[in-house]
């Protein structure tokens, strides 16, 4: 728990380096024997990434809990109250806090188990809005043409800025990587907030030709490897990562299936339908998508499935949910309430994989 200087402690480490005493350098120990080096008072997972520790992570603002660790000993401070956040009070009194929000104070011991994938350091990259595509939802099919190739994995995401603006907006690439080369153009779909300070510049116009920045790539959410069937569960532009997995996973594993739940409030809402039927039309026999609309008036013409997306998540899907690999994208009610619903049909923990979508800079 916090002390009186608002941060948390954990048992005394042993041998504390002059640096750390110093205030300048702390030493991050893990379990495993492994060590790395932190500025004093910057954040743990940042300071991870950068020195190319393959550290779990999604959101990076504290709403996925991805980065949930223990903390062994040593002492943090906070950014935001853990309390609030995805640790459950277990977790809390088994001192686990969240990387991406623990600015480190000292020396510290951590527990945390590391992403076995090659990681890709994220960077910073000039390029040029070359798509612009105004979908159904009030959506944006935003193409971005880069100056450099940029690697990136399934299901990460990335942070774009206008050029000459310090607002930073982040979106998950919507296309799968291409196993043959790094990609020169990428694309996000981009859900118009009216009060959103990227998304309403975004959607006032055509914006082809405008300069851009893009750093990333971020998150892990898309890395598991595992030849297995998948779940792909998407509310609104939840679906971009989604549409980069189910097509990653359906190249990667022939042996696999992958259904894909698409959530919308009304059927007019409904966007790249042509990128799901792409989908289908790689694998008939093995990829099925299911629309359902959740507000949709009975007196329309929508035959397909209506009420929320959890309410599809049962034995009708004939879907062994004790093997399954499960991705959930959307706002984070949607995807808290599938991960209960899920886990009680018997999906494995470490086979429910989240990224929650969270409006910022409203």
Not at 168 to 187: I, L, N, T, W
Request: proline content about 7%; charged content about 25%.
């Amino acid at each position: 728990m916090p002390d009186s200087n608002g941060e948390i402690r954990a048992a005394p480490m042993e041998e504390a380096g002059p640096e750390s005493r110093a205030g300048q350098v702390c030493r991050i120990r893990l379990r495993s024997g492994e060590t790395f080096p932190v500025a004093r008072n910057s954040l743990l997972l940042g300071s991870a990434l950068a020195q190319g520790v393959n550290y779990p992570h999604s959101c990076r603002v504290g709403t996925c809990g991805r980065c949930k660790t223990r903390l062994v000993s040593g002492r943090i401070s906070p950014r935001i109250d853990f309390a609030l956040s995805p640790l459950t009070n277990q977790e809390l009194k088994d001192g686990y806090i969240l990387a991406c929000q623990a600015k480190v104070r000292t020396d510290l011991e951590i527990d945390v188990k590391l992403i076995v994938h090659d990681v890709i350091l994220p960077r910073m990259i000039a390029g040029r809005i070359t798509g612009w595509e105004r979908l159904p939802g009030d959506v944006i099919d935003l193409r971005v043409t880069l100056e450099e190739s940029l690697h990136f994995a399934a299901g990460q995401y990335a942070a774009l800025a206008i050029s000459g603006s310090f607002v930073r907006r982040s979106f998950s690439f919507s296309d799968a990587p291409d196993p043959e080369a790094p990609a020169c153009e990428v694309g996000f779909l981009v859900k118009h907030l009216p009060d959103g300070q990227f998304s309403d510049w975004l959607a006032r116009e055509d914006r082809r030709g405008v300069p851009i920045w893009l750093e990333g790539p971020f998150g892990q959410m898309g890395l598991d490897d595992e030849p297995r069937d998948a779940l792909c569960v998407a509310g609104g532009t939840g679906l971009a990562p989604v549409l980069a997995i189910a097509a990653d996973r359906v190249r990667r594993f022939p042996g696999n299936r992958v259904t894909i739940i698409f959530g919308v409030r009304r059927a007019e809402r409904l966007f790249a339908l042509d990128r799901l039927q792409a989908l289908v039309d790689m694998a008939p026999d093995r990829v099925r998508v299911i629309p359902v609309v959740s507000d949709e008036p009975a007196q329309t013409a929508w035959s397909g499935a209506r009420g929320r997306v959890t309410d599809l998540l049962d034995s009708d899907l004939g879907i062994d949910f004790s093997e399954v690999s499960v991705f959930a994208c959307g706002a984070p009610p949607m995807v808290a309430e599938v991960e209960r619903r899920l886990l009680s049909l018997g999906v494995s923990a470490d086979r429910f994989h989240a990224d929650k979508f969270e409006p910022s800079g409203a």
